[in-house]
């Protein structure tokens, strides 16, 4: 274990980046590529449902669906498959060892981040897999997942308790993006001025579109286990859905879609100078 660690750390430093060895770098940047692919066809589909398609799957599932229908589609999303498993184990990696321009309760942070980013990432490489495989048919949703919850014991404090986690994880992409930290995994020094704080505002706006969508995915599980009712609970598609049905309505909707798309377009940028 000890040896394996030492080896870790050695190609970690040798690299690029915090990914260990130059194969895992490259498909973990084609990964955040195909990673910010998705959020532009989310931002697509979520104006969809703004001004006047309101069957569009604003959510992961749509946006693998319509890249799948494309030419060529398929096989985008197998590369893109492989890159997201890369890019997890880069996270891995950097969870790992990684960081080291960075100490303390800042590091910890990052590294905590990283762990989420490469749950983020399997997660989405489940979904293009299932989907690619005719599996996604069949896939469960996200009501379907409160119900089980709910019907375990203490099944509300459970559902509960991922609500307050997810509300977490909004409050932690709002902190970033106010205070621009994820500025910090990037290597701009050879950029211009003008392109570096072109990154940083595309990166603020995705994160807290993102985080804004999080909260209200994380007020609906909190709904559904305050009030025992799965039919409460929903995914990215349902929260933006009901960004849409408020008193801003179209408007607020279109607002978070174009900061899915500044994300996506962020992701492009993160894929070419990320280091950690």
């Not at 589609?73 to 184990?89: E, I, M, T």
């Not at 990432?121 to 119900?147: D, K, P, R, W």
């Not at 801003?248 to 909707?253: E, I, K, T, Y």
Request: aromatic share 6%; hydrophobic share 55%; with cysteine.
């Amino acid at each position: 274990m000890v040896r394996r660690l030492a080896r870790l750390r050695r190609l970690v430093r040798e690299g690029r980046s915090d990914a260990p060895g130059r194969i895992v770098d490259a498909f973990g940047r084609i990964g955040l590529v195909g990673y910010g692919v998705v959020h532009l066809v989310v931002a697509w589909l979520a104006l969809e449902v703004a001004f006047g398609v309101p069957d569009a799957p604003a959510d992961a599932q749509g946006a693998v669906g319509t890249i799948a229908h494309t030419p060529g589609g398929a096989l985008a999303l197998g590369v893109g498959a492989l890159g997201l498993v890369a890019f997890a184990l880069w996270q891995v990696a950097a969870a790992t060892v990684g960081f080291r321009w960075v100490s303390g309760n800042e590091r910890m942070r990052k590294r905590v981040g990283a762990v989420a980013k490469s749950v983020t990432m399997t997660g989405l490489a489940v979904i293009v897999v299932n989907y690619l495989t005719g599996m996604g048919s069949g896939a469960t949703t996200v009501q379907e997942v409160a119900a089980d919850v709910l019907a375990l014991p203490a099944g509300r404090a459970l559902l509960g308790l991922a609500a307050i986690v997810i509300l977490g994880i909004a409050g932690a992409m709002t902190y970033t993006g106010l205070r621009r930290t994820f500025m910090g995994d990037l290597d701009v020094r050879r950029l211009g001025p003008g392109v570096r704080q072109a990154i940083e505002v595309v990166g603020a706006a995705g994160h807290l579109a993102r985080a804004l969508a999080f909260g209200v995915v994380g007020v609906l599980a909190g709904a559904a286990a305050l009030f025992a009712d799965p039919g409460r609970a929903g995914g990215l598609d349902a929260a933006l859905r009901a960004l849409g049905a408020t008193a801003a309505g179209a408007w607020l909707l279109a607002v978070v879609a174009v900061g899915f798309g500044a994300f996506g377009v962020f992701c492009i940028a993160d894929a070419a100078t990320r280091r950690a």
